[in-house]
């Protein structure tokens, strides 16, 4: 069964302009989470969303946003670029809300410049 | 709100000895998951070891396993047999009611040959 995936895997943009980042879950997962990672502030949580809702966000300004379709992919998009945002996002998908297991998907690499 | 400290920034040992990793926590949930997830160079995250709050006994995966203590909120991770491909980071993480990932800041483990 094929892991989770995520694209692009690296991503330089510029101050002010917006990007999108896609997430394909594992076969059959239906949960996926999104969340950051920087070398200060570590692995932070950004949402989770299950069956096309929302269920969970962390504390992140309203500039980041997602969503689900119904084949389970996820999108997560920023707008309005900080040099802060520069990142890995990490995808993780897991079978059901409370199955607890989640599958981390290689990031992708956001440079923002 | 739950935290997952791992205190310890970087750790080394020599290939086939054996190394505990450390991690507390905090949380007012009686039901809860914890978990270590390894995060090699190559940057996928891999989930090692789980542990449910309700079971008494530690979990074990082969040469990896955990000494939880409930009541003092501690969740070690000893690897056994230490071996090349065990160079990563190791990141403590909890789950509980909310099934998002808190994780700790991480450890650099070097295994020398």
């Known amino acids: 069964k094929a892991g989770v995936t995520q694209t692009p895997r690296y991503l330089i943009k510029t101050r002010g302009q917006q990007v999108t980042l896609s997430c394909s879950p594992i076969?059959?997962?239906?949960?996926v989470s999104w969340y950051q990672q920087t070398p200060g502030q570590g692995l932070q949580f950004l949402f989770e969303?299950?069956?096309?809702?929302?269920?969970n966000k962390g504390n992140f300004p309203g500039r980041f946003s997602g969503r689900q379709f119904s084949n389970s992919r996820s999108e997560m998009n920023v707008s309005t670029l900080e040099l802060g945002d520069s990142a890995l996002y990490l995808c993780?998908?897991?079978?059901?809300?409370?199955?607890?297991?989640?599958?981390f998907g290689p990031g992708t690499r956001l440079t923002v410049t | 709100a739950q935290t997952v400290t791992q205190s310890q920034p970087e750790m080394s040992v020599q290939e086939a000895e054996t190394v505990t990793l450390s991690c507390t926590y905090d949380?007012?949930?009686?039901?809860?998951?914890l978990f270590w997830y390894k995060q090699p160079p190559s940057r996928q995250m891999i989930l090692v070891i789980r542990?449910?709050?309700?079971?008494?006994q530690n979990a074990t995966e082969n040469r990896f396993s955990v000494n939880f203590q409930k009541a003092a909120k501690s969740f070690s991770l000893k690897i056994s047999d230490s071996q090349l491909g065990d160079t990563a980071m190791y990141f403590c993480?909890?789950?509980?009611?909310?099934?998002?990932?808190?994780f700790g800041k991480g450890i650099t483990l070097s295994v020398r040959p």
């Open positions: 542990q449910e709050a309700y079971k008494q």
């Open positions: 969303y299950f069956s096309e809702t929302q269920r």
């Open positions: 076969s059959g997962h239906r949960s």
């Open positions: 993780a998908s897991s079978l059901e809300v409370y199955s607890y297991e989640q599958y």
């Open positions: 993480a909890f789950t509980g009611a909310n099934s998002k990932l808190t």
């Open positions: 949380t007012s949930e009686n039901n809860y998951y």
